[in-house]
């Protein structure tokens, strides 16, 4: 298993160029495990109470003209 040190040692090996790539990457990955807010867990279940009908197949279809 990898620990902070190892990984930033990794970090330290990267060339210039990929800093950007590894920060958004890194960005992401923390993004992901931000706590989900009580607004937007309420709003969710709201729409798990109520589910749409959706859009069939033929519909997307014929709405692009296809």
Same mark, same amino acid.
């Given at each position: 298993?990898?620990? %902070?040190?190892? #990984? @930033?040692? #990794?970090?330290?090996?990267?060339?210039? $160029? +990929?800093?950007? !790539? /590894? $920060?958004?990457? &890194? +960005?992401? #990955?923390?993004? @992901?495990? $931000?706590?989900?807010?009580?607004?937007?867990? !309420?709003?969710?279940? %709201? /729409?798990? /109470? @109520?589910?749409? /009908? =959706?859009?069939?197949?033929?519909?997307? #279809?014929? +709405?692009? =003209? &296809?």
């Amino acid at each position: 298993m990898l620990d %902070k040190q190892q #990984l @930033h040692h #990794l970090v330290d090996q990267l060339p210039d $160029a +990929e800093l950007t !790539a /590894a $920060a958004r990457y &890194l +960005e992401f #990955l923390l993004s @992901h495990e $931000a706590p989900v807010d009580p607004e937007m867990l !309420a709003r969710i279940d %709201k /729409a798990r /109470a @109520h589910p749409s /009908a =959706g859009i069939s197949h033929d519909d997307v #279809l014929r +709405e692009f =003209g &296809l």
